[in-house]
């Protein structure tokens, strides 16, 4: 196979990464893999619960339980996916042998990068997401590290600030990694704070872990890779977030984690004590 990210990509990709967004090129463009009859024959082949579609001209901020299924089939949904108004995602697509190798292939070329900064590539993921002309994600997290390579068609990602708290305050982090939904609200105030990263087909998008960002097709239907990992700083970063959840339910306002290259090792080993103390006491608070 044709190398996925040449020299000047990997530079670039290098140069951003861990904490900043920014797009750089890939080399996976018209792979049979991405075709709509291999997406409709990986849908019947992953769990239907991997799989998540809705009608997608929304808001930019929506409240989850006000998102509406399509009423389609998976197959329906993605051979239609030009004229059916929605949005969809096939998630953990590594569980098939296939789309796993493929993960493997491209996380393979860039893990010496990664290693470098933040240690090993924990959790290897992939999420297929097909769209239909002018469909919105709406504003979320997510809290992986992410490179989102556009197959076919053009979409502009709004990327925001991953530190900012005025754009998610603390307590709906904490929330988050308590299993809270990934959308998040969004104000018209907001938008000035936002980078808007168009992509095109051969182009890659590094979001760094939990950078709030929304999405907005272009006019044609759309397809994209995205490729994730999580590294031990962004779990401690998620264990200093539910330290603070358990030390604000107990009446304190307890600083935010720190953002790369701080570590948060202290928050992060006393809620791995805390963890390790109710498992062995069998207490789960």
């Not at 998610?168 to 969004?186: I, M």
């Not at 590294?231 to 600083?255: C, F, I, M, Q, V």
Request: hydrophobic letters at 40%.
């Amino acid at each position: 196979m044709t190398q996925i990210f040449t020299a000047d990509a990997r530079t670039a990709f290098s140069a951003l990464y861990p904490e900043r967004p920014g797009v750089f090129g890939h080399q996976l463009c018209g792979h049979t893999l991405f075709e709509l009859d291999a997406l409709v024959a990986l849908s019947q082949r992953i769990r239907p619960v991997d799989v998540e579609q809705n009608l997608a001209h929304i808001p930019v901020g929506i409240d989850p339980d006000e998102i509406r299924h399509n009423g389609l089939s998976v197959e329906d949904s993605i051979r239609s996916i030009e004229e059916n108004g929605s949005w969809m995602v096939l998630k953990f697509v590594d569980q098939d042998p296939l789309y796993r190798a493929l993960l493997d292939t491209v996380l393979d070329e860039i893990e010496p990068l990664v290693a470098r900064s933040t240690g090993a590539m924990l959790k290897r993921e992939a999420f297929i997401f097909v769209s239909s002309p002018g469909a919105v994600t709406p504003f979320h997290i997510d809290p992986e590290h992410n490179i989102l390579m556009q197959l076919r068609g053009e979409k502009v990602m709004t990327v925001f600030p991953a530190a900012d708290p005025e754009l998610v305050p603390g307590a709906l982090q904490e929330a988050f990694h308590d299993g809270s939904h990934r959308n998040l609200p969004f104000h018209d105030h907001f938008a000035a704070k936002g980078t808007p990263l168009r992509l095109t087909p051969g182009d890659a998008l590094y979001v760094p872990v939990k950078a709030p960002h929304w999405v907005q097709n272009g006019d044609a239907m759309s397809i994209s890779l995205s490729v994730t990992w999580r590294s031990e700083w962004s779990y401690r970063e998620a264990d200093a977030h539910a330290l603070n959840r358990l030390l604000r339910k107990a009446g304190l306002d307890p600083a935010m984690p720190a953002r790369f290259p701080s570590q948060n090792h202290l928050k992060s080993f006393a809620w791995r004590g805390i963890q390790k103390a109710r498992r062995m006491t069998g207490h789960a608070e």
